[in-house]
């Protein structure tokens, strides 16, 4: 991607005196130095605002120590201080990105009118609060109840050059899912996702046919233990769909509602990885995720015995199907 505007999306902030330490002080007092002909109203709006930078950190204390050497550097707008929210964490960040990483139980965009508890607006409301012009641009979503990460753009140019080229930039999405039952293979690939169709009733051939909502997605087994199975789930595109797919093969995620093993504190499906193809910089940018612990502790840990009943008697089913099956073919 070439860039065609000046500078980066954040272009509107732009330096407005730099200097390096030539003798110990307190950042008020290098304020005075740089700005002689300033206010020092004017220098406490510049700490309040967060629009100082010390050896590369926001600094906002009047009285902090600068050393020699130290480079100071003062921006006409300011920067949002660190997200404090236990529910969404910005993981990385740059002037056209920001990557954060969503707890089970939020959605990640309103789907309902008014709600305001998501990913998207917690990250919005948290930017905006240290400039009024920044605006970001979702790339993906997550369920609900999956942790993972949340890419945002914060220039539209920028988003829509990944929308339009989603497998020549995304290049990894991976995913720990822990499910019930047991897939024969060891590895292999989900079912494809159904063809495109057309409008019901249409019948111009010209019209746009609707895309399909899943992505290709293949697995890997990473470890067995009774009636469970530990996944790990290559992503082949932008939508997700792994939930469903995972249900057509009769393994569901350890934590869904009608689940048999119980215990887990959400559905056990998290993202491990992303890797990032940057579209301005040309860095291949890696991301990781750990395994939540309790995945290995419902994977490791004894069946109950009423789980375990459940479970024979669902394999016994299984069985009786098979043998009817086979009668009714002879």
Known sequence: MTYNKKGSPRRYRRVVVQGTASEATTLMGMLTQLLPESSRTTHKQYLRDRCIKVNGQVVSEHSAPIAVGDEVVVYSVGFAPVLDNTEVKV???????ILVQKEPGIPTIASKPGDKHTVYRIVADHYKSGDAREKIFLLNRLDRDTRGLILFARDREVQQEILDNWEKYILSQTFAALVEGALPEEKGEFAPPPKPKKPAGDGDTKKKVMPSRRSRATYQVEERASWRTLLRISLLGRYNGIRSQLNEKKCPLVG???????????IALSQQELVLLHPVTKEKLHFESPVPAFFYKLLRRRLTTSERQVFEKRTENEKNLSIDSLKKID
């Open 91 to 97: 993981l990385w960040q740059d002037d056209w990105f």
């Open 256 to 266: 869904e509602s009608k689940g048999v093993i119980k215990g887990a504190p959400s």
